[in-house]
């Protein structure tokens, strides 16, 4: 993208929320001008083994919010999570706002639906979000304008999303030390991820970029932070000069080694209805579906 639709310099108070179990940060984002803010990538707790839901990690945000007394006018997914569940519809619910994710949505719902086994009732139009964003869309937290970047190559529907001087990248970039995410899921692609990330990575220098994940890697403290300039002199997969034809060989013979997320299912089965449970059957009850030998 040449051009920026937005002033990059305004300064938003970003605060994160770590959940442990899923090694996902989800944050609240603040107009620094007004009492206007945003969350990007909320989860919902699972217990998968007993198929229970809790809403702990949402309930810590809402209660953030809250006190500090913000309006939530959006709640941004950076993309169809397939290792946690998205608590989007809880926390709209309890206070509002416009649950949002890039249009390529309408991708991951065709491929998932017929994966899953989704009846004709399954719209696969991303009408269960009230907006979809395509590349260089913009739209306003309080008197921050912010702007939307598609990024895919993890999945076909991520975006990057940039207010004032924070970008989000979801699973586009990890912290330096972490390098990138994996590449070979549906609709995934290893050189597609290396050109998103090279789309970031001309943003400012100063940009600040906040992660969706973080591992820890060699058992150092979780962090979520770095910028635009750290993530070009030192990410481990694209940092450096490191060349696509380098990257792609690096991350599909990697990916190859990776099993799938224990959360994919029951996952892609939410996020890709907005968080959203599937329709209860004829006993009342919701079931979330195990496919055989489909991934």
Request: glycine share 10%; charged share 25%.
């Amino acid at each position: 993208m040449a051009q920026y639709p937005i002033n990059m310099t305004a300064k938003p108070d970003v605060k994160a929320f770590f959940d442990e179990a899923t090694s996902t940060i989800s944050y609240i984002v603040k107009d620094p001008a007004s009492n206007a803010c945003a969350v990007v990538d909320t989860v919902m707790d699972i217990d998968y083994a007993a198929g229970r839901l809790t809403y702990a990690h949402a309930d810590e945000m809402i209660a953030d919010i809250t006190a500090r007394g913000l309006e939530l006018q959006w709640l941004i997914e950076t993309h169809v999570h397939a290792d946690h569940l998205s608590a989007a519809p809880y926390i709209q619910e309890k206070l509002g706002g416009k649950i949002g994710i890039g249009k390529k949505i309408t991708v991951i719902q065709e491929e998932f639906g017929k994966i899953f086994n989704e009846g004709t009732e399954f719209q696969r139009d991303g009408s269960q979000f009230d907006r979809l964003f395509e590349d260089g869309d913009t739209y306003q937290i309080g008197t921050m304008k912010s702007f939307a970047i598609h990024t895919p190559g993890h999945t076909p529907a991520c975006m990057t999303h940039v207010a004032g001087n924070a970008a989000f990248v979801g699973d586009t970039l990890f912290m330096p030390d972490g390098g990138s995410a994996r590449a070979d899921f549906p609709g995934g692609d290893a050189g597609v991820l290396y050109d998103s990330i090279q789309t970031v990575l001309a943003l400012p220098d100063d940009m600040r970029l906040f992660m969706c994940h973080d591992y820890g890697p060699n058992g150092r403290d979780i962090q979520w932070e770095t910028t635009v300039g750290d993530e070009k002199a030192h990410n481990i997969h694209v940092g450096a000069g490191k060349t696509k034809e380098e990257f792609v060989k690096f991350r599909t013979e990697r990916d190859a080694q990776l099993g799938m997320p224990k959360l994919i299912l029951p996952s892609l089965q939410v996020n890709m209805r907005a968080g959203k449970l599937p329709p209860s059957e004829d006993d009342g009850k919701t079931y979330l579906k195990v496919p055989v030998n489909k991934l």
